[in-house]
């Protein structure tokens, strides 16, 4: 499976932007799919999952109620809505493909990463 991730670029705080990620190969649609970043000089940490039905959802608390994670199986495209953008966003973000098929914020559950888009939120 390959992913690459696309959507990234510069905003003000406050701001929104929308990523998507787009996988080739024929198991997207029976995996789960997350999105994780890793800030300069910081491990990576997880964002967001969704299950492959698209249904189920979890997110890393500093993200709720400002970040949406959502898939079109038929497209094999997976997106992460970004609101309220704030400096400490900064990151490059990445979508992973889950082996699990529920929603996991465990980052040892992916276990393929797409090409990172870089995301830079200013103050």
């Known amino acids: 499976v390959q992913l690459q991730a696309s959507g990234g670029g510069l905003v003000q705080a406050g701001g929104s932007l929308r990523l998507s990620c787009a996988a080739s190969g024929r198991t997207f649609g029976s995996s789960a799919m997350g999105w994780l970043r890793q800030a300069l000089g910081k491990e990576r940490e997880f964002v967001a999952a969704?299950?492959?039905?698209?249904?189920?959802?979890v997110y890393a608390d500093s993200m709720k109620g400002r970040f949406t994670i959502s898939r079109d199986n038929a497209e094999n495209t997976v997106y992460l809505q970004m609101n309220s953008l704030k400096p400490e966003d900064t990151a490059v973000y990445y979508c992973?493909?889950?082996?699990?098929?529920?929603?996991?914020?465990?980052?040892?559950?992916?276990?393929?990463w797409g090409q990172g888009t870089e995301v830079t939120v200013s103050s």
């Open positions: 969704i299950h492959r039905d698209g249904v189920s959802t």
């Open positions: 992973a493909r889950s082996v699990i098929s529920i929603p996991t914020r465990n980052l040892h559950d992916y276990d393929y």
